[in-house]
């Protein structure tokens, strides 16, 4: 690999898109250090070793197969020390630094940092401190390396600003999108790029940097193309998809059709019960003909003192008493709202442009987070406002649950694989 600088240590970063080879490539660098400088030290590292043990160990026993190397001759792996021997005297070092004073007697020739985005930046400090081990006098053109791989990340952290924003000459960054790898299935692209909004495939598979988290949490919504007039077909299936907050009660009504979402109304009920929200939805909707289904918060919400179970059973209940067969479709658990917040925004626009969520103008609460609802500032958490600003701004107590309930429903129907 040339270096477009005269620096003793060379300090470069592969970020790269999913399936881009990232870890092939950094164990593959180890080991070519390896051979090209015997009896020096190498540490490949991670947070924790378990995210080395089954992906990064394993590409570098690889390695060492396709390179044509024997156990006990060409090499040798200690389980208890987690270090590869080499017959020429080579030693490459498996550690996590999840603690970085672990590693401080430790003297260096080369770093290879797995997953890089997860250490810290004084994780990161404490390697460069521990490339001082001696080069050999035969060692012609040697230089100190340390290299890691990564995602893109969707706040700017020590990576971006090392790299990027303060960037020195011994430093370099590699980009690679998914694409570069040859030996991906040829599907492998197309379904990304079907599943993920823009901004998420050009992070994600493109490599690019970006600010994903920033802003709003809804990406790409167009009132001209994502807001409709639509109608309620009593002979459809109705998908009824609740969030259990007290105040307010959240629940979103839907039709689902060519795998497009139809939102075309919500419950949306301050300081009520469930039993109440129910009611509601009897009043509203009292002959539905078509197949009544029941999505959402898999847990109920904690601030009741009802169990998820009768919150479920109070609803089954009601309804079966009115002469509805209702069929609960729910997860087990309640998955991360960043796997929520992706699959709602794939649906509202993917990366080819096409849309596949659609909202009437009576969901007015819905609407209202998909224009409001945003990240915190540089991070990936939603912003939730304090009951001090919604004693300033009574609107601001219908952010985030109305979104909730719609993208249970979304995210179950059309999770991003």
């Given at each position: 690999m040339k270096i477009p600088h005269n620096s003793t240590l060379d300090i470069c970063m592969y970020q790269g898109g999913y399936g881009s080879g990232k870890t092939w490539v950094g164990s593959?660098?180890?080991?070519?250090?390896?051979?090209?400088?015997?009896s020096c030290t190498g540490l490949v590292c991670a947070?924790?070793?378990?995210?080395?043990?089954?992906?990064?160990?394993?590409a570098y026993l690889m390695h060492l197969e396709n390179m044509g190397y024997k156990y006990d001759i060409g090499y040798k792996y200690n389980k208890n020390d987690r270090k590869i021997s080499l017959s020429?005297?080579?030693?490459?070092?498996?550690?996590?630094?999840?603690?970085?004073?672990?590693?401080?007697?430790?003297?260096?020739?080369?770093?290879?940092?797995e997953e890089a985005s997860q250490i810290t930046e004084n994780a990161f400090r404490q390697l460069l401190g521990r490339l001082r081990a001696k080069p050999r006098p035969e060692w012609q053109n040697f230089r100190y390396r340390i290299f890691g791989h990564t995602n893109p990340q969707a706040n700017k952290g020590w990576i971006y600003k090392k790299f990027v924003t303060n960037k020195q000459d011994n430093c370099r960054l590699i980009i690679a999108p998914s694409s570069d790898n040859t030996f991906l299935p040829e599907h492998y692209i197309k379904s990304m790029k079907e599943d993920y909004d823009p901004e998420y495939y050009r992070i994600n598979?493109?490599?690019?940097?970006?600010?994903?988290?920033?802003?709003?949490?809804?990406?790409?919504?167009?009132?001209?193309?994502?807001?409709?007039?639509i109608q309620y077909d009593k002979n459809k299936t109705l998908y009824l998809s609740c969030d259990f907050n007290v105040d307010p009660m959240c629940w979103v009504l839907a039709h689902i059709d060519d795998n497009?979402?139809?939102?075309?109304?919500?419950?949306?009920?301050?300081?009520?019960?469930?039993?109440?929200?129910?009611d509601e939805f009897l009043r509203q909707y009292p002959d539905h003909r078509g197949e009544l289904i029941i999505n959402g918060d898999a847990s109920g919400d904690n601030r009741s003192a009802q169990s998820e179970f009768t919150n479920y059973m109070i609803i089954r209940r009601t309804?079966?008493?009115?002469?509805?067969?209702?069929?609960?479709?729910?997860?087990?658990?309640?998955?991360?709202i960043l796997n929520r917040i992706q699959a709602?925004?794939?649906?509202?626009?993917?990366?080819?442009?096409?849309?596949?969520?659609?909202?009437?103008?009576?969901?007015?609460?819905?609407?209202?987070?998909?224009?409001?609802?945003?990240?915190?500032e540089g991070t990936s958490i939603v912003n939730v406002p304090s009951l001090k600003q919604i004693s300033n701004e009574h609107d601001l107590k219908f952010l985030e649950h109305p979104f909730d309930a719609a993208s249970y429903l979304v995210e179950y129907y059309f999770p991003i694989k």
């Open positions: 593959l660098l180890g080991l070519l250090l390896s051979r090209k400088y015997p947070k924790q070793f378990t995210l080395l043990k089954d992906t990064t160990l394993e020429n005297g080579s030693t490459i070092i498996f550690r996590g630094v999840e603690n970085p004073e672990k590693i401080k007697s430790l003297n260096l020739h080369w770093i290879e940092i598979v493109l490599g690019e940097h970006g600010d994903y988290t920033s802003g709003l949490v809804v990406k790409n919504f167009d009132d001209l193309k994502n807001i409709e007039n497009k979402v139809y939102f075309f109304n919500e419950i949306v009920i301050e300081n009520t019960t469930t039993q109440l929200a129910i309804l079966e008493n009115h002469g509805y067969k209702p069929k609960f479709k729910l997860r087990n658990f309640n998955p991360p709602f925004n794939a649906r509202v626009c993917n990366s080819y442009g096409e849309r596949s969520l659609f909202i009437d103008k009576k969901c007015k609460w819905l609407l209202f987070n998909i224009y409001n609802l945003s990240f915190k």
